[in-house]
């Protein structure tokens, strides 16, 4: 287990220091009442192992604590299992509607990595809506795969918008692809990605670009 982690509480990267283990807690501890105890433990009295291991049978059990924020982590074969972290933060310069969509869908990525292929879904059409505004013959009532094309963009960036466009719709509608449960953790994660990264080489520098141009107007 690495040294150091980002505490899904407060967000800060922290050092992993677990807590002492005890011989014992008082009963009872149930799988239904495992994790609420947690909210209410603190490090001078924790849950022992033998405890976690009752509950949670045949699987390494650890409780961190967060060095900034003293909040507590619960650890499964070295896997954060509570509280169910979050994935990536959005990129700075995602359109604040796209923004609400993005970490939505990484409020639940480990939860449900197809829902949140799915929300991603609309944030990128949400980001096509946004760099489309005022492009004449631009409509956000057109079907998404018309309004990539109509935005004229570069070649690779189409290519980057229809790629995110395509793993979208699949976990949207029902396709012809078949992706294995298996996968589609690893698709949410790399959707997650390259939709920040067209943020950072399509949104952002034609943000930059407007306000170089406004700086200019005004001199």
């Known amino acids: 287990m690495s040294n150091s982690y980002k505490c899904p ?17 008082k009963p009872p501890i149930t799988q239904s ?16 192992i033998s405890d976690v291991a009752e509950v949670f049978p ?13 909040g507590l982590i619960f650890w499964e074969c070295e896997e954060m299992v509570y509280p169910i972290p979050r994935g990536m933060e959005a ?3 995602m359109p604040e509607k796209a923004k609400e969509f993005f970490n939505e869908a990484q409020s639940i990525i480990t939860l449900s990595p197809r829902a949140a292929c799915a929300l991603l879904r609309i944030c990128l059409e949400l980001m096509v809506n946004f760099a489309g505004e005022g492009k004449t013959g631009f409509s956000t009532k057109r079907p998404l795969i018309e309004k990539i094309n109509m935005l004229g963009a570069s070649t690779d960036i189409l290519d980057l918008l229809h790629a995110c466009r395509i793993v979208g719709n699949e976990f949207s ?5 078949n992706l294995g ?13 390259l939709i920040n990264a067209l ?19 005004k001199k």
């Open 91 to 93: 990129a700075e310069d």
């Open 181 to 193: 449960n298996e996968d589609t953790p690893e698709i949410a994660h790399n959707l997650s990605q």
């Open 58 to 70: 045949h699987k390494e059990a650890v409780i961190s604590q967060c060095q900034a924020c003293d």
């Open 9 to 25: 509480h407060c967000g800060v990267v922290t050092a992993f220091v677990p807590l002492s283990i005890i011989s014992k807690v």
């Open 33 to 48: 009442n495992a994790m609420s105890r947690l909210d209410v433990m603190r490090p001078d009295s924790p849950i022992s």
């Open 199 to 217: 943020v950072g080489i399509w949104i952002s520098p034609a943000i930059l670009a407007r306000k170089l141009k406004d700086k200019v107007g």
């Open 173 to 177: 509608h029902p396709g012809e692809i």
